[in-house]
Nanobody
Framework: QVQLVESGGGLVQPGGSLRLSCAAS????????WGWYRQGPGKERELVAD???????NYPDAVRGRFFISKDSAKNTVYLQMNSLKPEDTAVYYC???????????????WGQGTQVTVSS
């Protein structure tokens, strides 16, 4: 089985920065995409950033220019650098991975357990 373990959440003041990490463990032979999603209070889960195997990144307008996704393929780890944080960024942030466990397998999507990010003064 594939497991994703997130870290780096916490409480930060508006304008501050946080860096989230997500490490994948288990048998993985190829990764299609990594992603970060978030779910704020009373809101639906939404995409924050994703990155393809070739390194192409994608951001919604709400975070573009403030959040930056990167990956370390050797460590099967993805990062989310969050700058200029706003109270509306408060949410549980989830790591997402689309990958193959075996070469002749179909890709599956895996989720982390989530990490709380609170932006408040």
């Amino acid at each position: 089985q594939v497991q994703l373990v997130e870290s780096g959440g916490g409480l930060v003041q508006p304008g501050g920065s946080l860096r989230l990490s997500c490490a994948a463990s288990g048998n993985i032979v190829s990764i299609n995409t990594w992603g970060w999603y978030r779910q704020g209070p009373g809101k639906e889960r939404e995409l924050v950033a994703d990155i393809s195997s070739s390194g192409i990144t994608n951001y919604p307008d709400a975070v573009r220019g403030r959040f930056f996704i990167s990956k370390d393929s050797a460590k099967n780890t993805v990062y989310l650098q969050m700058n200029s944080l706003k109270p509306e960024d408060t949410a549980v942030y989830y790591c997402n991975l689309n990958a193959r466990r075996f070469y002749f397998d179909n890709p599956n999507t895996y989720w982390g357990q989530g990490t709380q990010v609170t932006v408040s003064s």
